[in-house]
């Protein structure tokens, strides 16, 4: 077997397959179809200080090879993750992250520090780019001033790896991937969801409350491939690839482009188990090239 460890920034992961958050629960819920063990990392659902009731209903639609979702970064709070959920990860043997979202500088910064309090949370993936909030979320990650203060504010407060989530909702994407790296960040993840739309034509009114929404799934993997392509040759931080993947396949193109992980995101609502493929997929790939180690394919793209 090839060795699939890899890291990003100090932390190291058994394998680069991790799940995105929204989409995994707190990972233990998917613990009945799989060993969840065996991933390379979990991030949970969005958290922020106070709990958040997110969006009326409806606020999720399917789309041709894909979905939208206004769900809003619905969850109990913080603390109600410190206490009731938090004791029930450390038995799991895989690395936890969380995502953490604000509606300010002030709440990222208060929920960064709550959580860097946690001994077995080794890092936090900073949500600047979801296009579901009135407040903060996508505000942040749309503008390279805003983006580099909110990084710099979390940054020091919080000592452990930092992962930054970017929007694809911009110009240059590139741009705000450098100005987080200046300001600290260990990692960047991209992308987050484009903004979307549907109308149901029968009632002439859009399908979701919020009219807008975030478009997940297969349909927006080329886009999602291409920027992570394009930061990778902007920064020198390590990159975890994200939207749209749905196979082994799709994970090593985005290892070739330059993410050093990746995360399965929309399709465990349609295949739970499909992160365990796509580890076992890497594998295999990597065993019938001659590649003993997945940090091999890293950047290998040939142009």
Same mark, same amino acid.
């Given at each position: %077997?090839?060795?699939?460890?890899?890291?990003?920034?100090?932390?190291?992961?058994?394998?680069?397959?991790?799940?995105?958050?929204?989409?995994?629960?707190?990972?233990?819920?998917?613990?009945?179809?799989?060993?969840? &063990?065996?991933?390379?990392?979990?991030?949970?659902?969005?958290?922020?200080?106070?709990?958040?009731?997110?969006?009326?209903?409806?606020? %999720?639609?399917?789309?041709?090879?894909?979905?939208?979702?206004?769900?809003?970064?619905?969850?109990?709070?913080?603390?109600?993750?410190?206490?009731?959920?938090?004791?029930?990860?450390? &038995?799991?043997?895989?690395?936890?992250?969380?995502?953490?979202?604000?509606?300010?500088?002030?709440?990222?910064?208060?929920?960064?520090?709550?959580?860097?309090?946690?001994?077995?949370?080794?890092?936090?993936?900073?949500?600047?780019?979801?296009?579901?909030?009135?407040?903060?979320?996508?505000?942040?990650?749309?503008?390279?001033?805003?983006?580099?203060?909110?990084?710099?504010?979390?940054?020091?407060?919080?000592?452990?790896?930092?992962?930054?989530?970017?929007?694809?909702?911009?110009?240059?994407?590139?741009?705000?991937?450098?100005?987080?790296?200046?300001?600290?960040?260990?990692?960047?993840?991209?992308?987050?969801?484009?903004?979307? %739309?549907?109308?149901?034509?029968?009632?002439?009114?859009?399908?979701?409350?919020?009219?807008?929404?975030?478009?997940?799934?297969?349909?927006?993997?080329?886009?999602?491939?291409? %920027?992570?392509?394009?930061?990778?040759?902007?920064?020198?931080?390590?990159?975890?690839?994200?939207?749209?993947?749905? &196979?082994?396949?799709?994970?090593?193109?985005?290892?070739?482009?330059?993410?050093?992980?990746?995360?399965?995101?929309?399709?465990?609502?349609?295949?739970?188990?499909? &992160?365990?493929?796509?580890?076992?997929?890497?594998?295999?790939?990597?065993?019938?090239?001659?590649?003993?180690?997945?940090?091999?394919?890293?950047?290998?793209?040939?142009?």
């Amino acid at each position: %077997m090839a060795n699939l460890t890899t890291k990003i920034g100090d932390l190291e992961l058994k394998n680069p397959v991790i799940t995105a958050s929204g989409t995994f629960g707190y990972g233990l819920e998917y613990a009945d179809f799989f060993d969840i &063990s065996r991933l390379g990392g979990i991030i949970v659902k969005g958290m922020t200080i106070e709990p958040r009731e997110g969006n009326p209903y409806p606020r %999720m639609a399917e789309t041709p090879a894909g979905m939208l979702n206004a769900v809003g970064l619905q969850n109990k709070g913080i603390e109600h993750f410190i206490k009731e959920i938090y004791p029930a990860l450390r &038995s799991v043997d895989t690395h936890f992250i969380v995502n953490v979202s604000g509606s300010s500088i002030d709440t990222y910064v208060e929920c960064a520090e709550k959580i860097a309090a946690l001994e077995f949370i080794p890092a936090i993936e900073l949500n600047i780019s979801c296009p579901n909030v009135k407040q903060g979320g996508m505000a942040f990650g749309v503008c390279v001033s805003s983006a580099a203060e909110i990084v710099k504010a979390v940054r020091k407060v919080y000592p452990k790896t930092l992962i930054v989530k970017l929007s694809p909702n911009v110009t240059d994407i590139t741009e705000i991937a450098r100005a987080v790296e200046a300001e600290g960040a260990d990692s960047v993840s991209l992308i987050n969801t484009l903004l979307g %739309m549907a109308i149901d034509v029968e009632k002439r009114k859009p399908v979701l409350s919020t009219i807008t929404g975030g478009l997940s799934g297969p349909c927006i993997r080329p886009i999602s491939l291409r %920027m992570v392509w394009q930061t990778a040759k902007a920064v020198k931080i390590p990159i975890i690839g994200l939207g749209g993947i749905a &196979s082994w396949q799709d994970a090593v193109e985005f290892i070739l482009a330059g993410a050093s992980a990746i995360q399965t995101g929309t399709y465990n609502f349609i295949d739970p188990v499909i &992160s365990i493929k796509v580890i076992d997929g890497i594998n295999d790939y990597c065993d019938r090239n001659g590649f003993i180690s997945v940090e091999e394919l890293i950047g290998k793209l040939e142009t």
